[in-house]
């Protein structure tokens, strides 16, 4: 797959070009290339470059515009206030640019693979075993999924890590239960699907729960139980594994609720690292990282202090000998640095456990796990808020169940769905299938075009809206050129460099183009809500481009027919890969 530039990148090249050749004295100069609302791209170089030549800025910018190759890209150039220039391309350029993009037989677009690819383990979906994921989950899920596919379009070699909580005194309390009433786990009528491994798993826990609270003898042999649990026992371990083996199945039933692929070789919860822990906190002694305080083993940090103006410290093990969160994070970061070979570790996380997070890191650069070249980054998002701007509650005040959000996200999506069926032929198959894709598309979209670091308001009559930034607008986008395409009979996408393009022509062509740059930024910087911004904007330029530009007009000729459809072919092209890569399906028909 050959890269195709972008028009921006090369028009900075020939600007970068042109100044050194008329401003040799500059040495390496860059001509700040953006977009602008006075012409397709202004520079503001030129400025900052004749104070430090102590020259006339419009002298200068006439210099530069002279040594400006003729034709090809550039077709006008104006020299503007204080030696701004601000450049037209030429339409040929532009359609030219876009047919090279369409002809990128592997569905990249042209979208080229960036030349620094290293490896990222990221860490998202970290629901806890035995436990019910809720509303809180959502986030790291879906912000998470988004992110793996965006730096693996990029061309990152990814690796995912669903650090499930699977470890931990509960456990003793479950295992003993288990082993007091050997059929607790069992399903009525013998299947499993992940409604059922829940419904188990909660009744096993409260039945649990209320024997632990009542029975000193029995939470006398649940603690017993860790102390087995943690020293490998083998008849313990086997009952671990069924409530880790049961919680998977609910696990991957929301996921699958989720439209998400969850692996299995990818879940590697706490428990994974328990081989590590003695070791990582023999390492932090013996390096002097950690020292003993009242009997735990501690990090201290000047910067982090409790109210009382006291140094707080990061527990890695505890006065009794157990290990904290904190020996677990750490082990991690060496396993994915030594083992793995990352040179980047992305945690999707609730901020609030960014102070955690914080030591851990700075931990971990002190014992040298972590370097110059190898970093750790919190990918920390905000809260889910309720449509009274309060942490998303049921009306009794409980948290909502995942999977009770995501049903009645798809049976409004459907509703509305429904609604439009007669007018496109819809068949009840399609109705239910397009209305899951909608329902869980408009759930993540409304995340995803948030910047993750805020908190967010959970509405689905605005999240299913058909009109306004949602991602029924952009799924209906695509559809309707879906349905234009169809219509075309014997037209057929074909670009013509030749003609005159109207303006919605010219700025739909132009965002089209940037659609590499948008990636590679969202890449670098963990900002899927930019795409989704990105995907926004051109849905916009191609509702405007419809109502100046009719595509299949018997008055057009039909060259121009067949340069607007491959216009808005590349568009749908464009609308499918984007909203992929933030995991939402765009269906054919809507």
């Not at 090249?13 to 390496?28: E, H, I, K, S, V």
């Not at 014997?490 to 109207?502: F, K, M, Q, R, S």
């Amino acid at each position: 797959m050959a890269s195709v530039p972008s028009l921006a990148s090369t028009l900075q090249q020939q600007l970068a070009d042109a100044l050194t050749a008329a401003l040799p004295d500059a040495g390496a100069a860059d001509p700040l290339l953006r977009r602008s609302d006075r012409a397709d791209f202004q520079a503001n170089g030129i400025l900052a470059l004749a104070k430090k030549l102590k020259g006339n800025p419009r002298e200068l910018a006439a210099q530069v515009t002279a040594a400006l190759p003729a034709g090809g890209l550039i077709k006008d150039i104006e020299v503007s206030g204080p030696g701004f220039l601000n450049v037209t391309l030429t339409d040929r350029a532009i359609v030219e640019t876009l047919a090279a993009r369409a002809a990128d037989g592997e569905g990249r677009l042209g979208v080229p693979l960036k030349d620094d690819a290293g490896t990222t383990v990221i860490d998202y979906a970290q629901p806890n075993v035995a436990k019910e994921m809720h509303v809180g989950h959502l986030r790291s899920a879906v912000i998470g999924d988004a992110v793996v596919k965006i730096l693996e379009f990029t061309g990152e070699n990814v690796v995912r890590r669903h650090h499930i909580g699977d470890w931990g005194t509960q456990f003793g309390m479950l295992i003993q239960y288990l082993i007091e009433h050997p059929g607790a786990l069992r399903h009525e009528g013998g299947a499993s699907d992940g409604e059922a491994a829940m419904s188990t798993l909660n009744r096993v826990y409260k039945e649990s729960r209320v024997l632990f609270d009542s029975d000193e003898e029995f939470k006398a042999r649940s603690r017993d139980r860790v102390v087995a649990l943690q020293a490998g026992d083998p008849e313990t371990l086997e009952l671990w594994h069924r409530f880790v083996d049961e919680s998977k199945i609910y696990f991957h039933s929301v996921f699958d609720k989720l439209d998400m692929e969850i692996d299995d070789p990818d879940i590697v919860g706490e428990s994974g690292y328990n081989d590590m822990l003695e070791e990582t906190c023999r390492i932090l002694e013996e390096t002097g990282v950690a020292v003993r305080s009242e009997g735990a083993l501690c990090v201290f940090f000047d910067d982090v202090k409790g109210p009382d103006g006291n140094k707080v410290p990061l527990i890695v093990k505890k006065t009794n000998g157990g290990y904290g969160y904190a020996a677990t994070d750490l082990s991690a970061v060496r396993n994915r640095v030594q083992d793995l070979k990352a040179d980047t570790l992305l945690y999707v996380v609730d901020a609030r456990q960014s102070l955690h997070f914080r030591m851990v890191f700075e931990t971990a650069r002190r014992a040298g796990w972590l370097s110059d070249d190898v970093k750790a980054v919190q990918l920390a998002f905000g809260t889910i808020l309720g449509k009274d701007g309060k942490p998303f509650k049921t009306r009794e005040g409980e948290t909502v169940r995942l999977e009770d959000l995501l049903d009645e996200a798809v049976a409004r999506a459907t509703a509305v769905v429904r609604d439009k069926a007669d007018k496109v032929g819809l068949s009840e198959e399609e109705i239910v299938e397009n209305g899951r894709y909608v329902g869980i598309g408009a759930v993540k979209y409304a995340d995803l075009s948030t910047s993750a670091v805020r908190d967010y308001k959970f509405d689905l009559d605005q999240m299913v809206a058909l009109h306004g930034d949602t991602s029924v607008y952009l799924q209906y986008a695509y559809a309707r050129i879906q349905s234009i395409l169809r219509k075309a009979g014997d037209a057929v996408p074909a670009a013509h460099p030749e003609l005159e393009l109207a303006p919605a022509e010219r700025a739909l062509g132009l965002h089209l183009d940037q659609f590499g740059e948008v990636l590679a930024e969202v890449g670098a910087g963990y900002e899927p809500h930019k795409l989704a911004a990105y995907l926004y904007q051109l849905a916009s330029h191609l509702t405007t481009f419809y109502d100046q530009c009719q595509v299949l007009s018997p008055d057009n000729a039909p060259e121009v027919v067949e340069n607007r459809l491959f216009l808005v072919e590349l568009t749908a092209r464009t609308l499918h890969r984007g909203m992929a890569l933030l995991g939402i399906r765009t269906p054919e028909r809507l």
